[in-house]
């Protein structure tokens, strides 16, 4: 269930209350990450029932919570330009700490935490105090950073991506999982946060399959998912046997579009309920591409419920009484998909809270590759 958004009342403007940006601005202002992370906690937590407090109130909460626990002033934030420093490789280009976070988050790192060891490799830069530095250097740096603070694990996934940055095949990441899990939703962070420009939705393929074939021919992907078995013969079993019909039709387009994409060398991430474990050979793509299967899942079912409603404000012309009335059918494929998964070794991931959700599939990521590739850390600093 999402938390009760906490707004900030500054004359007429009203905006969220944010935790990641608190502790962004007590990063930039001096103090350091842990330290605010767990400060913009205690905030959140003086807050979290208010429903809204005003930016001065929030401020003298700020400040009283800075002084009790850590005995630090807040000061005012101002403007702070470092030199520029050149990053040397086969192209030269100036170090930027905004573009060092975006590819800290691909190792798994929570915004707030990559912009604050951005910010450490730049002041460690800056007090160099060399107008350049070479590529290879740099990565060394960053890894260092990230060994020190969060361990080695996060500096090797750090590598890791810089790597596959020119990969000698494509990535492609799968996630399944039934209706109203979040799949989409994660699947377009992850592609944001590892870089990957194509993102496609079983969905759409299904659909672009419908515009082609007549509901006579192939009545089995003219309905959604959860909605297949009324036009089935029946049984106890109908709904899944529905849907395993609608997944093989659909299976066979993802199939085509997986083939033009491997051709074109190009990087993909693929979501849908369609993506059942076990439903499609990938023998042959495993060896032309680093395939990574994941099943997303919402294992409570008041969370579950609760994200339909959410769903329909998100897309206006889907209607959320829909998705209710056919609640008991989504669940029935949803425990179809886990003992899938359970049988075939595929992640299973329950999508709880969208953050910690999107850090863990970046985890998975990052092992299964980590366990696909032959890595050498050491090769790569060298």
Sequence with gaps: MAKQPIYVIDGDQRTPFLRGMLTHSLVERGLGFKQAYQAANQ???????????????????????????????YPPQTAVYSPLVLVQGE??????????SVSLQAAGLDPAAAY???????DSLVRQQEASISRVGLRRM?????????????GRRYLLWRHLKTPDKPVVVLIGGATGTGKTTIA????????????????????????MVSPDLLPAIHRS????????????????????????????????????????????????????????????LEERSYLIPILVSTLR??????????????AGNRAAKRYRDNFEAIVEIQSHLLE???????????????????????????????????FNAEKILD
């Design 43 to 73: 905030v959140r937590g003086k807050i979290r029932d208010r429903g809204e407090i005003s930016k001065k109130k929030l401020r003298s909460l700020i400040t009283a919570v800075l002084q009790d626990e850590f005995n630090w002033e």
């Design 91 to 100: 192209e030269t280009a100036p170090f930027s700490k905004g573009i060092l």
């Design 116 to 122: 604050s060891i951005a910010l450490e490799v730049e």
């Design 142 to 154: 960053i890894y260092t950073h990230l060994e020190q603070q969060l361990g080695a694990e996060f």
């Design 188 to 211: 377009n962070e992850l592609a944001h946060r590892l870089g990957i420009g194509k993102v496609l939705s079983t969905d759409t393929i299904r659909q672009i399959m419908r515009m």
């Design 225 to 284: 998912s959860f909605e297949a078995w009324r036009d089935h013969p029946g049984g106890e079993k109908a709904v899944v046997e529905a849907f395993r019909e609608q997944s093989t039709r659909v299976l066979v387009g993802v199939r085509a579009l997986l083939d033009r994409t491997l051709q074109e060398n190009e990087s993909v991430i693929i979501d849908g309920v369609h993506l059942v474990p076990g439903g499609m050979d990938f023998k042959d």
């Design 301 to 314: 079912r008041k969370d579950h419920l609760e994200r339909f409603p959410l769903r329909q404000l998100n």
């Design 340 to 374: 899938a998964a359970e049988e075939h070794d595929v992640p299973i991931i329950d999508n709880r809270s969208f953050d910690e959700t999107v850090v863990s599939v970046l985890s998975v990521v990052s092992s299964q590759l980590l366990s696909q590739l032959d």
